[in-house]
């Protein structure tokens, strides 16, 4: 700015010597008073110039105002919609796809409808916000707060606190929306141990970042234990576990929360491939009795491969499995079922298992083939039907018009002990529409 000043100032003196190099006409003076007369309009000009020169120093060299905090600068709203079509050799549907975001009759299902906000608070705070909207196997609407949580984003020493309402960081798929799944319904492992909605509460969690060379980060989530997305803890459905009534059990103090620990570590063997690894755990109590608790395991593992010469990120093969075991404490308590025994149930510590391998093959832009293979087990499969062994292999092919719409046809073989195998076929549609927030990788 000064300089261009300096410049004007240059060109102004230049003008005004030229300008007064003449006299004006009629004027009568000597060659030295006319001098005098130009040399003193020369001066004046010059000196003006400078003093506004100083005040535009002056003015530079005042601190510049603080910036203003902003509330809300932005915020992306987003729909998902998800419409499938299934047919199955069973009239069961509910009994055979028990997620809470799958089909449960033959037919079209609308099992998933998202409306998302996710945007900046403040300087220091971002939000995302999860409703969805649900049709019941009757048609009937329902609508849930499925998450509302900030997330802080300048805290020292690499860390971070989330804090609301929130899918539990648990193993690779938990914390995913239908939308991002890469089948139509989820692992059975994860329906046996978190129930139809998956494992979400209301709590706090911290994460660090740890100093190493490659990415790692270790979290500690901090939940309620009741309400009914909390299956394998304080639920009020947890009788469908251990085959009892559950009892009323209230939080006496810090052991009737639930914890949540992961830690998970991101390698790049080669500049083409990416393996992730992870450890988690959920330990709380459960209401079969007043010191009854729970403990969950699980251990998950991501590799992808991307050709170097990937065209919209095509072709590429991915890899992702997890394995879980339960350990749930039933105390002694009554009978679900009256009918078949008449007194209190004894005391069992039931233990559960299962594990899901799924492979997806990008094979050119847009279009993925995919094939998962699953297996669930449980000991006292006599004290509940539903924790007894089952097997489910599906494969599938999904194509992607563009990156806002979706088609996928699945098959599902279903071996169930007592019920024998089941086979169903799986339509999916998805569309979305506005700016929805990136999924973590």
Known sequence: MRLCFRIATMVATSVATF???????GAQQTPDSTARAQQRTLDSLTASMRALEARLDSAERLPAPAPTRTSGAYMNVSFVGLSDFLWSSTPDVAGLQRGGHEPKVRGFSIPNAELALDGTVDPYLKAFVNIVHLLDEKGETSVELE????????????????VGQFFTEFGRQNPQHPHAWAFGDQPLVLNRMFGADGLRSQGARIS???PT???AEAMLSVMNSAGPTTYSFRAD???????????ERGVRGGGDMLYVPRITASFDPTSTQTLLLGASGAFGPNNTGPDARTAIYGADVYWKWKSPRAAAGFPFVAFQSEYLARRYDAASRPSQYPQVVTVNMPSAMLRDDGAYAQLQWGIKPRIVAALRGEYVNGDHA????????????SPGLTWFPTEYSKFRI??????RRSWGADHTLLVQFEFLLGAHAAHKF
Do not use: C
């Open 19 to 25: 300008a007064l190099g003449g006299s004006p006409l």
């Open 382 to 393: 006599s004290l509940e039907p539903l924790r007894e062994r089952r097997t489910r292999v």
């Open 213 to 215: 060379s490659f990415y």
């Open 410 to 415: 699945q098959y599902n073989y279903d071996q």
């Open 208 to 210: 660090w970042l740890l």
């Open 237 to 247: 459905d947890s009788g469908e576990i251990h085959g009892g009534v559950p009892m």
């Open 147 to 162: 998450e509302m949580y900030f997330l802080t984003t300048g805290l020292p020493k690499n860390l971070q606190l989330k």
